[in-house]
């Protein structure tokens, strides 16, 4: 059955374009709203509910923009179910981002959680994680090597923590969703083999 959004989803486009109207994605022009729509696309085309579209549209507004305080904004305005799932794809809540844990940390703090995690979760980190595995992928084609100096985990860790997102939400969540994007971390591990 088709997703039927309500005035709750407009909301959440509006929210989603105050948090991040000024923010572009790394090492592009790219306006970053574009992400958050990418990724709530993903996630509707994949199966989302209402509540998992608006989460997706959410995802990194906590994180990105504000931390706790954002987060209990999201929960008074569009409920538990929402603010559990953005609470669930963010891997930092610290107001100032020179307050967050060193990004190894993070990331192992994330896939530990991704272990436990809710199915409505693992669908909208697949998501956000698909989106950002083919952004990748288009950055690599088009700038080669250099794209992985805009990344904290520079060109391997940024490779180990895709291929290790993707076994553990294949694992956890059996979907097309989680196929494909092993598909696209496979594609991206592959391209970027060295040659010799």
């Given at each position: 059955m088709a997703l039927m959004t309500t005035g709750r989803f407009a909301s959440a486009m509006a929210y989603a374009h105050q948090v991040h109207h000024a923010q572009v994605r790394k090492g592009t022009g790219i306006p970053y709203i574009a992400h958050i729509l990418g990724v709530t696309a993903l996630a509707i085309e994949y199966g989302a509910g209402e509540d998992e579209a608006i989460a997706a549209l959410l995802h990194d507004a906590a994180e990105d923009g504000g931390g706790e305080a954002t987060l209990a904004e999201i929960r008074a305005a569009y409920g538990d179910a929402v603010a559990d799932i953005v609470l669930g794809c963010s891997d930092s809540l610290v107001e100032d981002p020179e307050d967050q844990l060193p990004w190894l940390e993070r990331k192992e703090n994330y896939l530990a959680h991704l272990e436990n995690a809710s199915p409505s979760i693992c669908l909208v980190s697949?998501?956000?994680?698909?989106?950002?595995?083919?952004?990748?992928?288009?950055?690599?084609?088009?700038?080669?090597?250099?794209?992985?100096?805009?990344?904290?985990?520079?060109?391997?860790?940024?490779?180990?923590?895709?291929?290790?997102?993707?076994?553990?939400?294949?694992?956890?969540?059996?979907?097309?969703?989680?196929?494909?994007?092993?598909?696209?971390?496979?594609?991206?591990?592959?391209?970027?083999r060295p040659r010799g």
């Amino acid at each position: 059955m088709a997703l039927m959004t309500t005035g709750r989803f407009a909301s959440a486009m509006a929210y989603a374009h105050q948090v991040h109207h000024a923010q572009v994605r790394k090492g592009t022009g790219i306006p970053y709203i574009a992400h958050i729509l990418g990724v709530t696309a993903l996630a509707i085309e994949y199966g989302a509910g209402e509540d998992e579209a608006i989460a997706a549209l959410l995802h990194d507004a906590a994180e990105d923009g504000g931390g706790e305080a954002t987060l209990a904004e999201i929960r008074a305005a569009y409920g538990d179910a929402v603010a559990d799932i953005v609470l669930g794809c963010s891997d930092s809540l610290v107001e100032d981002p020179e307050d967050q844990l060193p990004w190894l940390e993070r990331k192992e703090n994330y896939l530990a959680h991704l272990e436990n995690a809710s199915p409505s979760i693992c669908l909208v980190s697949a998501a956000d994680k698909l989106h950002n595995v083919r952004a990748i992928i288009r950055d690599y084609r088009e700038h080669g090597e250099e794209i992985w100096d805009r990344f904290h985990g520079k060109r391997d860790g940024t490779l180990w923590y895709y291929e290790t997102v993707a076994h553990t939400l294949v694992r956890r969540y059996r979907s097309q969703l989680t196929r494909d994007l092993q598909e696209a971390v496979d594609q991206l591990l592959l391209m970027t083999r060295p040659r010799g």
